[in-house]
């Protein structure tokens, strides 16, 4: 029951209704996995968790179901591929000639499922680049330019990216514990149109690339 609710508060948020064409759904789905990925991690205090838990562990463990489906229910995806860094799509373009660089970082997403959940990350992104670069830019971040080099990839150049680089996918703001701080109080609050409009702000940080500690002042609720 307590999920059927937090499902229908989900459907009935105001940045759902943007695109009635379902266009959002896969979003909510993919978020809704991002969010109990790190969910989990919280509430098992990993030493290698990520910044975004900085100073805010509590608010990651006690977050309600119906919090959580709102947040889910955001106009833009919560994980990343670095769907800006058009430097790293076209290493990745030339992975048939040069490997890529041997560093790579230590991915966040582990566990059962884990592969599935950041192969899926890569699909969709790619799905975008493909059918809808201009979705693609608002509900992922995409540049213009990662948006060609990504379309161009097989779905065989996506499985081995999940299998051999996984953490390329990453929560978005990572490193912005304030912006995530934000977005969880938004979550909590009963009126809706509170996360609506910190979820709104998060869009124009996505579209103008605001440096971090400008970011999270920018999502901020204007009062009054």
Same mark, same amino acid.
């Given at each position: 029951?307590?999920?059927?609710?937090? @499902? $229908?508060? %989900? &459907?009935?948020?105001?940045?759902?209704?943007? *695109? +009635? =064409?379902?266009?959002? !759904?896969?979003?909510?789905?993919?978020?809704?996995?991002?969010?109990e990925y790190?969910?989990?991690?919280?509430?098992?205090?990993?030493?290698?968790?990520?910044?975004?838990?900085?100073?805010?562990?509590?608010?990651?463990?006690?977050?309600?179901? @119906? $919090?959580? %489906? &709102?947040?889910?229910?955001?106009?833009?995806? *919560? +994980? =990343?591929?670095?769907? !800006?860094?058009?430097?790293?799509?076209?290493?990745?373009?030339?992975?048939?000639?040069?490997?890529?660089?041997?560093?790579?970082?230590?991915?966040?997403?582990?566990?059962?499922?884990?592969?599935?959940?950041?192969?899926?990350?890569?699909?969709? @992104?790619?799905?975008?680049?493909?059918?809808?670069?201009?979705?693609?830019?608002?509900?992922?971040?995409?540049?213009?330019?990662?948006?060609?080099?990504?379309?161009?990839?097989?779905?065989?150049?996506?499985?081995?990216?999940?299998?051999?680089?996984?953490?390329?996918?990453?929560?978005?703001?990572?490193?912005?514990?304030?912006?995530?701080?934000?977005?969880?109080?938004a979550a909590?609050?009963?009126?809706?149109?509170?996360?609506?409009?910190?979820?709104?702000?998060?869009?124009?940080?996505?579209?103008?690339?605001?440096?971090?500690?400008?970011?999270?002042?920018?999502?901020?609720?204007?009062?009054?």
């Amino acid at each position: 029951m307590e999920e059927q609710i937090a @499902g $229908a508060a %989900a &459907q009935q948020w105001l940045a759902g209704r943007w *695109l +009635a =064409d379902g266009s959002l !759904d896969s979003v909510a789905e993919i978020n809704g996995q991002c969010l109990e990925y790190l969910g989990s991690m919280a509430a098992a205090a990993q030493q290698t968790s990520p910044a975004l838990f900085a100073g805010q562990l509590t608010g990651w463990r006690d977050l309600p179901v @119906g $919090a959580r %489906a &709102q947040l889910a229910a955001s106009p833009y995806l *919560l +994980a =990343d591929a670095g769907f !800006d860094d058009e430097s790293r799509w076209q290493a990745m373009e030339q992975r048939m000639v040069h490997d890529l660089p041997t560093f790579q970082a230590e991915p966040v997403f582990v566990g059962p499922g884990a592969g599935d959940f950041i192969r899926r990350v890569l699909v969709f @992104g790619w799905h975008l680049a493909r059918a809808n670069r201009q979705l693609a830019r608002v509900v992922l971040g995409m540049s213009p330019g990662c948006a060609a080099r990504i379309a161009a990839l097989r779905l065989q150049d996506l499985d081995w990216l999940a299998q051999y680089r996984p953490g390329w996918v990453r929560p978005r703001w990572e490193k912005q514990p304030r912006i995530w701080r934000h977005l969880l109080l938004a979550a909590r609050h009963p009126d809706r149109d509170h996360l609506t409009q910190v979820s709104l702000r998060g869009l124009q940080l996505m579209a103008a690339n605001v440096p971090g500690v400008e970011g999270a002042a920018a999502l901020r609720p204007r009062r009054g």
